[in-house]
Nanobody, 124 residues
Framework: QLQLVESGGGLVQAGGSLRLSCAAS????????MAWFRQAPGKERKFVAA????????YDTDSVKGRFTISRDDAKNTVYLQMNSLKPEDTAVYYC?????????????????WGQGTQVTVSS
């Protein structure tokens, strides 16, 4: 069983930066495609970014292109989401997810493991 724990969320002003971390335990994270999703109050969970097993390919949603970067350090069993030029509309709970499948999917149903989430609040 893979366990995921997110950290690094907080309150930041618009234009600022945060780096989220997702620490995996229980199994080797390098066996999994990893992703970040986010969920704003009253809204459905939405895809942010994904990274393949060896870190050679990434996929992110249009609204974060050029601002967010997903990366992984399998020696530390950790996946990161570097978020720059933050906007108030980025405010949400951010979730880390993992799947043993090979596809960089944007659909939550393809992911088997989820963390508890970390709150990101961007003030205007």
């Amino acid at each position: 069983q893979l366990q995921l724990v997110e950290s690094g969320g907080g309150l930041v002003q618009a234009g600022g930066s945060l780096r989220l971390s997702c620490a995996a335990s229980g199994r080797t994270s390098s066996s999994y495609v990893m992703a970040w999703f986010r969920q704003a109050p009253g809204k459905e969970r939405k895809f942010v970014a994904a990274i393949n097993r060896d870190g050679s390919r990434t996929y992110d949603t249009d609204s974060v292109k050029g601002r967010f970067t997903i990366s992984r350090d399998d020696a530390k069993n950790t996946v990161y989401l570097q978020m720059n030029s933050l906007k108030p509309e980025d405010t949400a709970v951010y979730y880390c997810a993992a799947t043993y499948g090979g596809t960089l999917s944007s659909l939550p149903r393809f992911y088997d493991y989820w963390g508890q989430g970390t709150q990101v609040t961007v003030s205007s």
